[in-house]
């Protein structure tokens, strides 16, 4: 069965940090990209980063650009993002999700976890 899970999500102040875990299993992420989004209240959903398959490029949302950073453990079959120097705009459910090979936009993905909830707030 297909899955990915999130875990790691909290409520943290500002400039304060945190490490997001996306577990995935029922493939392998030798094959496929994990990208990760956000969604806050009443907002779309966005694109935060994503980390591709093959040659393990990372990409980043200009808003968490050097903040953010996006790592795999092939072995583990599991995703992280560290997400530092945190703000009040990043509060948002954190997805994970899964598409074959190589990063791409939010419609182009096929499997996604469930979120969890990331709550930056003094």
């Known amino acids: 069965q297909v899955q990915l899970v999130e875990s790691g999500g909290g409520l943290v102040q500002p400039g304060g940090s945190l490490s997001l875990s996306c577990a995935a299993s029922g493939f392998s992420l030798d094959y496929y990209a994990i990208g990760w989004f956000r969604q806050a209240p009443g907002k779309e959903r966005e694109g935060v980063s994503c980390?591709?398959?093959?040659?393990?490029?990372?990409y980043y949302a200009d808003s968490v650009k050097g903040r953010f950073t996006i790592s795999k453990d092939n072995a583990k079959n599991t995703v992280y993002l560290q997400m530092n120097s945190l703000k009040h705009e990043d509060t948002a459910v954190y997805y994970c999700a899964a598409r074959r090979d190589y990063c791409s936009g939010l419609t182009k993905y096929d499997y996604w976890g469930q979120g969890t909830q990331v709550t930056v707030s003094s």
């Open positions: 980390i591709s398959s093959s040659d393990g490029s990372t």
